[in-house]
């Protein structure tokens, strides 16, 4: 690796590429190989590939090539794009970071305010592929979120406020699907945020009542958001009416003039 860095122009990448090493041997991996490098210094934007894997895998399988995870570091100008998976055939589910403006997060790796990028590194990157190898290896699977039970998942959710249940959508699809699964959890959110709905169906009646409660929630929410974006333009145009008239009031009471 060390050849490889000293082959890139930009030392912002080299401080962090660094760095992500440094939070993978943190997080429990330990390096296992490394592809040839011969051809590094022939090229600015080469990909370097790095393998991991755990210490108890590598103590089994002493003369066997144990499971392992696969970084590749590719830097794109200012951009640095990683990517792992297991290294196999067929491989993992990819996981890729994607870091832009290389010289803002070198200035946070030199000032030594480095929390949030390694935070950013494990949740991304170690934590998914430490998931990947345990089951690849047969280990116990490290207790976290994304391994509980979908009721308990669903228990946890239904803790959570409106709001946040929303951002946790976007965390990925399989949460976002299960969020959007259970009509019982949004219509408790439903409830929780704009209070108890009682439909009256009149007789003969044709109108249609959404059944799906996160649709319903997501409708009256931009409704809500909208009402709230228009009372404030309009009290931003009373306050400008005002600030007007009494600059006009103020201009004209100066020249000694009156009918105010």
Not at 51 to 76: C, I
Request: include cysteine.
């Amino acid at each position: 690796m060390d050849l490889w860095l000293r082959s890139l122009k930009s030392k912002a990448i080299q401080l962090l590429v660094t760095e992500i090493d440094s939070v993978f041997l943190e997080f429990g991996f330990v390096g296992y190989h490394t592809v040839d490098q011969k051809n590094f210094l022939d090229c600015r934007n080469s990909t370097l590939s790095v393998s991991y894997t755990l210490p108890a895998l590598n103590d089994q399988t002493k003369n066997k090539v144990p499971p392992s995870v696969q970084v590749k570091f590719q830097p794109l100008g200012n951009f640095l794009v990683i990517c792992g998976s297991l290294a196999r055939e067929n491989g993992s589910p990819l996981r890729k970071l994607i870091f832009n403006k290389a010289g803002a997060f070198a200035s946070v790796i030199t000032s030594g305010d480095v929390t949030e990028f390694r935070r950013t590194i494990k949740d991304g990157l170690c934590f998914p592929l430490l998931i990947d190898i345990t089951e690849e290896a047969g280990l116990p699977v490290p207790n976290c979120f994304s391994t509980l039970p979908d009721e308990l998942k669903l228990g946890i959710m239904a803790l959570l406020p409106a709001e946040a249940l929303a951002r946790m959508e976007c965390v990925c699809a399989g949460l976002r699907s299960l969020s959007a699964s259970s009509n019982q959890l949004w219509e408790a959110k439903y409830c929780e945020v704009f209070g108890k709905v009682v439909v009256v169906a009149e007789a003969g009646s044709s109108s249609f009542v959404e059944k799906n409660w996160r649709k319903r929630f997501a409708r009256r929410a931009e409704k809500k958001r909208k009402l709230a974006k228009e009372q404030e333009e309009k009290t931003g145009l009373l306050l400008g009416k005002r600030a007007r008239w009494m600059r006009d009031y103020y201009i004209k009471s100066k020249r000694g003039v009156r009918g105010y």
